[in-house]
């Protein structure tokens, strides 16, 4: 167990460095808007499992759903009635909404239950 849960803990800090440089340092019409999106869901995926490890069966789609709704807040402005021009609040929560991103948020989520899939077939393989 302890082992499972370096290997996410490990992935997540791989995932979470390259979505930092993305941040930082790309401005491009394609990996930061859409790119980023994808891996922010794999991101936070990968955090939530360190925590959790295996007690939630669908913690990917909880994350997708969490995704969605902060992306729903982002068209009802909610980062603006909330905070005003807080900077960690709309860095948090977004400020625009796009339905592009949640696009992105489902193929994030589709990578996810792909990895997931094959990591349980080696698992599985390596057991007998």
């Known amino acids: 167990m302890k082992i499972k849960r370096i290997k996410y803990l490990i992935s997540f800090i791989l995932t979470f460095l390259i979505e ?12 930061r808007p859409y790119l980023g999106d994808v891996l922010i869901i794999i991101c ?5 499992r360190t925590i959790f490890l295996d007690k939630f069966k669908y913690l990917s ?4 759903i969490l995704a969605v709704l902060i992306e729903m807040l982002q068209y009802f402005n909610i980062a603006k009635i909330i905070a005003g021009d807080n900077k960690l609040v709309n860095i948090v929560l977004g400020a ?3 339905i592009k991103d949640i ?3 489902v193929i994030g989520y589709a990578i996810i239950l792909i990895i997931e899939k094959i990591y349980r077939r080696e698992n599985y393989k390596n057991e007998y």
């Open 20 to 31: 930092a440089v993305i941040a930082v340092f790309i401005h491009d019409n394609f990996i």
């Open 44 to 48: 936070v995926y990968l955090f939530f």
């Open 61 to 64: 789609l909880y994350v997708l």
């Open 96 to 98: 625009t909404f796009d």
């Open 103 to 105: 696009i992105c948020y």
